[in-house]
T-cell receptor, first 116, second 114 residues
């Protein structure tokens, strides 16, 4: 299957700082990338969908000014958690797809964010 | 509205036996895809199997098979000859082609006993 990487795999930051998470599709061009959030022992909740070169579409209840998403190229999307607070601590997972060639979404390994 | 339902929070199976994980879904879109992912304790999401709404035959991938009953809107995952390494969370997901995104069920934690 296709390979998607995320960086960093874990991060600890102080409250009020911003954190950027990168998601890269390593061996295919991702026309669409997705960002999910997962709390312990819960399912994945879709935060936003981004298509290369256009603005991300955010799910209801997700603050677009707090969770900035950039999908500048077909292989890279970034999620920036601005002014992070302890309640933002979570497992963030990205996924990538090229709907023209496959129906499958391929997931990154996830980033565990802890805000102190 | 919840579109993907996994009614089994946890399941136990004896090693080498088969197990069925339930998944039902709800959609009015005639074109959709159904997916199963495995999430071990490391957190990565591992793609297991895919079934398209127009596929005539049930999908199979090695020890994984998908029991697709379209009229009942169910897409159960069958794991044959369970192995200890199969212990993980399993998520059913659906993509409606009109929406272009994927929604997940609550997950089922499978524990394989030696």
């Amino acid at each position: 299957g296709a390979v998607v990487s995320q960086h960093p795999s874990w991060v600890i930051c102080k409250s009020g700082t911003s954190v950027k998470i990168e998601c890269r599709s390593l061996d295919f061009q991702a026309t669409t990338m997705f960002w999910y959030r997962q709390f312990p022992k819960q399912s994945l909740m879709l935060m936003a969908t981004s298509n290369e070169g256009s603005k991300a579409t955010y799910e209801q209840g997700v603050e677009k000014d707090k969770f900035l998403i950039n999908h500048a190229s077909l292989t890279l999307s970034t999620l920036t958690v601005t002014s992070a607070h302890p309640e933002d601590s979570s497992f963030y997972i990205c996924s990538a797809s090229n709907w023209g060639n496959t129906d499958t979404q391929y997931f990154g390994p996830g980033t565990r964010l802890t805000v102190l | 509205a919840q579109k993907i339902t996994q009614t089994q929070p946890g399941m136990f199976v004896q090693e080498k036996e088969a197990v069925t994980l339930d998944c039902t879904y709800d959609t009015s879109d005639p074109s959709y895809g159904l997916f199963w992912y495995k999430q071990p304790s490391s957190g990565e999401m591992i793609f297991l199997i895919y079934q398209g709404s127009y596929d005539q035959q049930n999908a199979t991938e090695g020890r994984y098979s998908l029991n697709f009953q379209k009229a009942r809107k169910s897409a159960n995952l069958v794991i044959s000859a369970s192995q200890l390494g199969d212990s993980a969370m399993y998520f059913c997901a659906m993509r409606e082609y009109n929406n272009n995104d994927m929604r997940f069920g609550a997950g089922t934690r499978l524990t394989v006993k030696p």
